[in-house]
């Protein structure tokens, strides 16, 4: 079996540099997120987990120093909801959603149903049957 090959015309210069660009700024970006949050992770749970078998094998890991280390893990848990917001976009935009300390004074963006009737022939059916079920 052969599969037909599609050519498709290739992009013009400047075009498929700009595109190359953007995508590669997202991949640094996308990377350098992912980055820092593993390497957090590893700095608050690793201690955690080698005093948890080394207590294991020898039981000589004071319950002090245990529970610091099991707090030190805790804190990671709620610094990832600060480290998201700050390099992704994506989850800012959601939580201002939610949160009402976050929204901002723009204009409201129509709604899914609004979209959806703009873009559909039978609107004004669509809006009549709307205000039935509301």
């Not at 600060?82 to 390099?87: E, G, H, K, R, T």
């Not at 009402?100 to 873009?119: D, E, G, K």
Request: aromatic letters at 10%.
């Amino acid at each position: 079996l052969q599969v037909p090959c599609v050519l498709s015309q290739p992009m013009a210069g400047s075009e498929s540099r700009r595109f190359t660009n953007k995508h590669s700024k997202k991949a640094l970006k996308a990377s350098l997120t992912l980055g820092i949050l593993l390497g957090m992770f590893f700095v608050a749970w690793l201690p955690f987990f080698i005093t948890n078998m080394t207590q294991a094998a020898c039981g000589c890991v004071p319950a002090g120093f245990f529970d610091v280390l099991t707090w030190l893990g805790y804190c990671n848990s709620t610094m990832n909801p600060i480290i998201y917001p700050l390099f992704m976009r994506d989850f800012k935009r959601a939580m201002g959603k939610f949160l009402p300390c976050c929204r901002r004074s723009v204009q409201p963006r129509p709604s899914a149903i609004s979209l959806s009737m703009r873009n559909s022939h039978s609107a004004a059916r669509a809006a009549t049957s709307l205000k039935n079920v509301l």
